[in-house]
């Protein structure tokens, strides 16, 4: 059987970054399904793999993984192009911007925990700066600022402490940090 010029071959790297956005969508999820004291605090759950693909596959494998579950969770919890896609969009970005600057630290003293809390203060950042500009526009959105810093703080250092342990006990292939 011979292949046609329009379709495209399917590489061991496709897969792999199909199965690992099913997973953080599959965490994404879940993250939607945890009742919240307030809009917005969430623990993120899928930032542990974006955090595992990150330090196993590079920043360039982690986009992608990020990009796909961004949109497909907005898809299937049917905030697709609202408020809260541009929310989670935003957030997404500057954390990846701010783990593709942090990645050339050095390890010895930025590892899975510390990125991970930067990834968390970059995107409630990101998502602040966003809900001031286009959804709030007083400055008094702000004022929640030691909130939601607190939940990153809490929650970028229990997921960094989750996806060290999964490096931890799962063996690497290829690591092109």
Do not use: C
């Not at 690992?20 to 879940?30: C, E, H, M, P």
């Not at 939607?32 to 759950?45: M, R, T």
């Not at 793999?49 to 961004?70: E, F, I, P």
């Not at 898809?75 to 954390?95: I, M």
């Amino acid at each position: 059987m011979t292949r046609s010029a329009t379709e495209l071959a399917i590489t061991a790297e496709d897969r792999r970054v199909a199965w690992l956005a099913t997973a953080a969508v599959g965490l994404s999820l879940v993250d939607a399904a945890i009742p919240s004291p307030l809009p917005g605090v969430k623990p993120g759950l899928a930032n542990i793999v974006t955090l595992v693909v990150l330090l196993r596959y590079g920043w360039a494998t982690a986009v992608w993984v990020s990009v796909l579950r961004v949109l497909a969770g907005s898809l299937l919890l049917g905030y697709f192009l609202a408020p809260g896609f541009f929310l989670s969009l935003t957030g997404t970005t500057l954390s990846l911007l701010t783990l593709g600057l942090a990645r050339h630290l050095p390890a010895r003293w930025f590892g899975p925990v510390s990125l991970s809390i930067l990834a968390a203060f970059a995107h409630i950042g990101g998502q602040l700066l966003l809900a001031r500009a286009w959804l709030i526009p007083h400055d008094g959105v702000f004022l929640l600022t030691p909130v939601f810093a607190g939940a990153a703080l809490v929650f970028g250092t229990i997921n960094g402490l989750i996806a060290a342990k999964l490096l931890a006990d799962t063996p690497a292939t290829d690591s092109p940090r």
